[in-house]
């Protein structure tokens, strides 16, 4: 089946640094998601993206599809504390006709030092 | 209410008992979603509802049975877990093939 490989793992990163993470599959995806997950809660959506070469930013943070649409990255500049928790990206399971869920990285787990 | 909400948040039980979790979707979509989230590992579809009727099922045992009475609620009803079955349950929403999806805060199980 399709899978995500996310990385980094895990970053340990001073506050007002940039952090950036990436997510690669052997498989091609027409859209790439990037999720944030703070503890207790579901995952948000922060960015989607829906065509290959395409760069969108929100606020700090920007994505891009790769051209290969076999990858993405995700940065955040200027990291805050509310940025920390767990980053997935996530990618459409299509298997023909009809809405069919997501596939997702094991996540980036994002902690900033004060 | 608005957007997906999942009750109960958390819920302890035993390997003989039989619960629900429910979802609830207040964003007008057509599709709704059961996700397992298991330390170390990564989200896992399934079930999946589109205009009520299931259209995904990814291997996920006998234990574990969905209802999608309306497009609105979901529920996943459990019966004879095991402890491995312990994880954080999510329920998500999307309109069609939207790409993405609204998350609920999830159920937070633990089977003893």
């Known amino acids: 089946g399709q899978q995500l490989n996310q990385s980094p793992q895990s970053m340990f990163i001073q506050e007002g640094e940039d952090v950036s993470m990436n997510c690669t599959s052997s498989s091609i995806f027409n859209t790439w998601l990037w999720y944030k997950q703070d503890p207790g809660e579901g995952p948000v959506l922060l960015i989607a993206?829906?065509?290959?070469?395409e760069l969108t930013s929100n606020g700090r943070l920007t994505a891009q599809f790769g051209i290969t649409r076999k990858d993405s990255f995700l940065n955040i500049s200027a990291s805050i504390p509310s940025d920390v928790g767990i980053y997935f990206c996530?990618?459409?399971?299509?298997?023909?006709?009809?809405?069919?869920?997501?596939?997702f990285g094991k996540g980036t787990h994002l902690i900033i030092q004060p | 209410e608005t957007g997906v909400t999942q009750t109960p948040r958390h819920l302890v039980m035993g390997m003989t008992n039989k619960k629900s979790l429910k979802c609830e979707q207040h964003l007008g979509h057509n599709a709704m979603y059961w996700y397992k989230q298991s330390a170390k590992k990564p989200l896992e579809l399934m079930f999946v509802?589109?205009?009520?009727?299931?259209?995904e099922n990814n291997s996920v045992p006998s234990r574990f049975s969905p209802e999608c009475p309306n497009s609105s609620h979901l529920f996943l009803h459990l019966h004879t877990l095991q402890p491995e079955d312990s994880a954080l349950y999510l329920c998500a929403s999307s309109q069609d093939r939207q790409g993405g999806g609204d998350f609920g805060p999830g159920t937070r199980l633990t089977v003893l």
């Open positions: 996530a990618g459409p399971m299509y298997s023909g006709g009809g809405a069919d869920g997501l596939t």
């Open positions: 993206l829906y065509k290959a070469g």
């Open positions: 509802y589109n205009f009520k009727e299931q259209t």
